[in-house]
């Protein structure tokens, strides 16, 4: 049994298709707003974007107690919060690190679509970039 089918066993349909379609918007945008955050007048409207979605995802999963996903979204939202309070710009490694954390979420919206077990966390995404080389 999937991700899918155990989300559906433990809860209201309708609870877990709104999950699943606004999971499926986030992860879609992700990408952009990451590459966006290399071009200065779109770094703050990218940052806060990005802090909503992965705080969305945070307590979404967290209430259909998708361990994983609430782990590595909740490690990806300290980092953000860190990131839009310290920083005014952000460097390469750490929006490579991001796209790579949007590529692990663009995963796991395959995995809930074909109802498979979510991928585990690579661990290449819980070393973090250096975010004081600006």
Not at 50 to 58: S, Y
Request: hydrophobic letters at 40%.
């Amino acid at each position: 049994m999937g991700v899918r089918s155990n989300l559906d066993s433990s809860f209201d349909y309708e609870i877990v298709d709104e999950f699943l379609d606004h999971y499926t918007i986030m992860t879609e945008c992700m990408e952009t707003m990451i590459i966006d955050l290399s071009k200065p007048h779109m770094f703050e409207h990218s940052i806060n974007e990005l802090f909503r979605i992965f705080h969305n995802i945070k307590s979404a999963s967290a209430f259909l107690q998708i361990k994983q996903m609430t782990k590595l979204s909740s490690f990806v939202e300290d980092i953000l919060e860190i990131i839009r309070t310290e920083h005014k710009c952000i460097n390469e490694e750490t929006v490579n690190w991001l796209l790579e954390i949007s590529d692990m979420y663009a995963a796991w919206s395959d995995d809930l679509k074909l109802d498979n077990e979510l991928t585990h966390i690579k661990y290449s995404l819980l070393k973090l970039p250096d975010l004081e080389n600006n």
